[in-house]
């Protein structure tokens, strides 16, 4: 269909893995610019005519998003779409946007613009947190209207076989109306490695590669794609040369793993014998299928906030106590670690706080939870009572030293002691704490002491360590996964572990790429958390290595100098070590000083 | 017209949920339904989701309530209702 077009090629992140020849279905994320135009006042009647036409598109469109909220996530989650249609219906709204129309003969977008913003200002003033963050669903309601304008039919009614969606920006919600299971791959112009698009991408398996920055506008639907994230690429109109070098390629490899057949299950073992467990990363309930799919020996980490960020709510005590049953049975006698709420930051800032300066380093995680007991006793509780059920055990987010660990623990202590004293059924769990702050690591001997378990965040303690925002894509040059410091960070903490004899738990995504994995087992961890969509790739790598030999070039790589020395040090030592698991698809590319995106292996 | 002090019970407060609830309630009588927040006299529709989400009506929120019109006694019991059952969240929804 656009045959004809001139092959081009876009440099993005790749941030779930994999290769995918598609079609590109355009996605408007739901940000417009609203433009202002005069409306002869013969037109009034229509332009009024137009805004009820736009609404009842909008209302058709959110009550087909409530009916898949429905299906996809529960009624309970669906509710707030309810809200949105009465928001709709709402004579107030309506008739304020008409006579906005009628008074000040303007085009019916800005009318519901400059209404929309009044009613945002004014919930802008409430005083209650947890109502004023309501104002998200006005905003939401608007912004749909503002695209109904333009006329966009709902976005993926129409998923053709191999629809790649290309988008400036996946807003959560927008990911909500995904189909998934015609979803072939994901573009977009702006996210990164942690964002919510990257993550859920990553959870359901698909290819995405973000931070196009001018990708989306380049785009038309159908135009054909070729997404290929393990080279951090997208091509668009590829030319019959490419297309072909491409098809032989995806033929060759597994280019969509969930389709793979039931996986090996158990720890896998290193060539000389060494045995690595692997668990899985969940965080949505369609990912539960994925732990037992995958082969992974229980969940080693449950992203908690996922909860909240549902249904844009605190969930009560007895909704959480049900959602963490159904990890533990998901689990099964591996059990589940339950990270408790890591709010603030980049997860959900708007919920509770006030913008903050720098949510990174702001009221988050586990000081979020002791700056809000209530929440955090409430989320405590409701874990006692489901491990009575299931094995389940807590870990701390973004522990800074002890006294955050001792806070912690009081207060599952006491809650404990309470349900006690209320003769309510519950079970107590192990505490682990998450080491994701250089301050953990330092402290990293003496929190050993006082906790189960650890479990190192690495995608965190690349960032703290470095100073280096991964969204940012300003200074992905800075994001360096291999960076000495990194290493020394991660030897440190597994050293600690070690020495007090707890287990430690390695997540984030160090542990679901294969040349990081071989460094890991080399620094001694044998216990990864991963996307259950990379156990297969992570298995085959341990599979093929020597845990001897990956000890000795860890070593080696704690003595370099610099990331780029690291990455050298690998590619040259893995590929003559390992040539059957290791080539330039996934090793770190050598980095070319022009080349801003590179930011690790799949380059 | 028929008047009744109302208390809001449910922890989150009259959010949207709730707010939906009310709206559906309150809909489906002919007579007016107005809510006034005593402490600082904000008065909203009760067919208007916006107009309620506006109350910003928390937790412990007093609320006068008036209902005028034919059905005026029905409307006012189905809403009181609403209001002692808390919206139906405490502690009744457990699905995920």
Known sequence: MTQ??????????????????????????GTQRVYRWRIAPADVAAECERFRAAVTLASRQVLAIKEQAEKRFGK??????????????????????????????????????????????????????????????????????????????????????????????????????????????????????????????????????VGLRDFYRRTKTGDRIIVDSTRNLVILHPSPATLERYQAETTSRESRPRTAARAETGPARTQDGVAVTLRANVEVPSEFDAVEAYGASGVGLYRSEFLLARRGALVSEDEQRVAYEAIARVAGDHGAVIRLFDLGGDNLREQFQEQEKNPALGLRAIRFGLANESVMREQVRAILRAAANGLLKIVLPMVADLSDVRRAQAIIQEEAKNLRESKINFKEVSVGAMIEVPSAVFMANKIAQVVDFFELGTNDLVQY?????????????????????????????????????????????????????????????TDLSMTPSAIPRVRRAIAGIEAESARRIAEDCLNCDTADEVEGLIRDRFTQLWPEVFDSTNLPAPRQSQNRHRSGPGS | MVERTLLIK???????????????????????????????????????????????????????????????????????????????????????
Request: a negative charge; one cysteine or more; hydrophobic letters at 45%.
């Open chain 1, 4 to 29: 004809s077009a001139q092959e081009i090629r876009f440099q993005g992140l790749g941030v779930s893995e994999g290769i995918v020849i598609g079609q590109v279905l355009r996605m408007h994320d």
């Open chain 1, 76 to 209: 309970d989650h669906a509710y707030i779409f309810d809200a949105h249609l009465l928001l709709l219906e709402d004579e107030k709204l309506i008739g304020d946007v008409e006579r906005h129309i009628t008074a000040e003969h303007v085009n019916a977008e800005w009318a519901v613009k400059v209404i929309g913003d009044r009613f945002l200002y004014l919930y802008s003033e409430i005083k209650d947190d947890y109502l004023r963050e309501r104002g998200s669903d006005i905003e939401d309601v608007m912004r749909r209207l503002l695209v109904a304008f333009s006329g966009v039919q709902s976005q993926n009614r129409d998923l053709s076989e191999d629809a790649v969606v290309v988008s400036q920006d996946l807003l959560p919600s927008a990911v909500a109306e995904l189909d998934l299971d015609h979803t072939r791959a994901l573009a977009t112009d702006t996210g990164g490695w942690t964002s919510h698009t990257a993550i859920l991408a990553r959870g359901v398996g698909i290819p995405a590669v």
């Open chain 1, 465 to 525: 360590t470095l100073a280096v925002d991964r969204g940012n894509d300003e200074v992905a040059d800075w994001f360096r996964t291999l960076h000495p410091a990194v290493l020394h960070s991660i030897d440190q903490s597994l050293k600690a572990g070690r020495q007090a004899d707890i287990p430690v738990i390695v997540c984030g995504e160090m542990a679901s790429t294969p040349a990081y994995v071989v460094l890991l087992v080399g620094l001694g961890a």
């Open chain 2, 10 to 96: 449910q922890r989150l407060g009259l959010h949207a949920r709730a707010a939906a609830k009310l709206v559906r309630v309150a809909s489906a009588f002919q007579s007016q339904v107005q809510l006034r927040r005593l402490e600082g006299d904000v008065t909203a529709d009760a067919k208007s989701i916006l107009s309620v989400l506006m109350l910003a009506a928390g937790r412990g929120t007093e609320l006068q309530a008036s209902a005028d019109g034919v059905d005026e006694e029905a409307a006012m019991d189905a809403i009181e209702r609403l209001f002692a059952e808390g919206f139906g969240e405490v502690e009744a929804e457990t699905s995920l």
